[in-house]
C-alpha cells in the first residue's frame, strides 16, 4: 500500500508520484494535487512533477495555473508534458 509506504518514507517523491498517478488513473484529482505539490516539495525541478500538477489543475478547472505547470515542464525539458491531459 503506498499510502503505508508514504508514512514510512515521507521524504520519497517517487512514491508520492506513482500514488498521484493510482489517483489520476480513477479521476481522484484532489488526492492527485496533494501528492505532486508534496512531490514538488521534494522535487522542485522535476518536470514529471510539473506535467502531472498540471493535468491535475487542468481537470480540477484551473487552467491558467495548468498551462503555467505545463509550460514550466517543457522548460525543463519534459518533451511529453500533456501526456497526463
Do not use: M
Amino acid at each position: 500500500d503506498l499510502g503505508c509506504a508514504i508514512e514510512r518514507a515521507p521524504d520519497d517523491a517517487q512514491l508520492r508520484l506513482e500514488r498521484a498517478a493510482t489517483n489520476e488513473a480513477r479521476g481522484a484529482w484532489r488526492e492527485v494535487l496533494e501528492d505532486v505539490e508534496a512531490a514538488a516539495r521534494l522535487r522542485p525541478g522535476d518536470p514529471e512533477v510539473f506535467g502531472l500538477r498540471a493535468s491535475a489543475k487542468d481537470n480540477l478547472g484551473d487552467h491558467r495555473g495548468a498551462l503555467l505547470d505545463y509550460d514550466q515542464a517543457l522548460a525543463l525539458g519534459k518533451d511529453d508534458a500533456f501526456v497526463h491531459a
